[in-house]
């Protein structure tokens, strides 16, 4: 899969604990294309409540590099390493990176669950997540849309209104 050493692919980054925009900075001035998914998280203190982004997989980053820079990016000291597929890089398929983006861009409700959800593949073909490929669920009389990355264990599961669903 990596025989073209320019070809660029999706790599996942293991990062150090709370590295994660260390890691981004560095591969902002690096010039290496990276995708940190990142939430808003509401924290209570007993004075005041505040609202805090943090990483969507804690101690994950996505880079779309070629051979040449995922080697680079891995020198950096906050990265841990670069998950592997028996002893080769391993690499997350585009379509799965592009949906979580849609999905986070449209700012619906989203679950994060350890594991991952196996059932058919779809794709939306209308509404506001139309042309996005992944697992249609229905719990509870509610349809939800699930994207699964096998690679570091994760299922992303966003609500849809009805009329979002045209399969």
Not at 125 to 134: A, I, L, T
Request: proline letters at 2%.
């Amino acid at each position: 899969m990596l025989d073209n050493k320019s070809a660029k692919y999706w790599f996942v980054l293991y990062t150090h604990s709370k590295c994660e925009f260390k890691v981004a900075d560095s591969l902002s001035d690096m010039q290496i294309e990276y995708f940190l998914p990142t939430k808003i998280f509401v924290r209570k203190w007993s004075d005041r409540k505040k609202e805090i982004e943090l990483p969507l997989f804690a101690g994950y980053i996505f880079i779309y590099a070629n051979e040449f820079e995922r080697l680079k990016s891995i020198e950096l000291k906050q990265v841990a390493r670069c998950l592997t597929d028996f002893g080769k890089p391993a690499t997350v398929p585009e379509w799965q990176i592009e949906s979580l983006k849609k999905m986070l861009i449209e700012k619906h409700q989203i679950e994060i669950i350890n594991g991952i959800v196996k059932v058919k593949e779809v794709q939306i073909n209308s509404g506001v997540f139309s042309g996005m490929r992944g697992i249609l669920v229905d719990v509870k009389n509610k349809n939800q849309l699930a994207i699964s990355i096998e690679l570091i264990n994760r299922t992303v599961i966003v609500n849809l209104n009805t009329d979002c669903v045209g399969i």
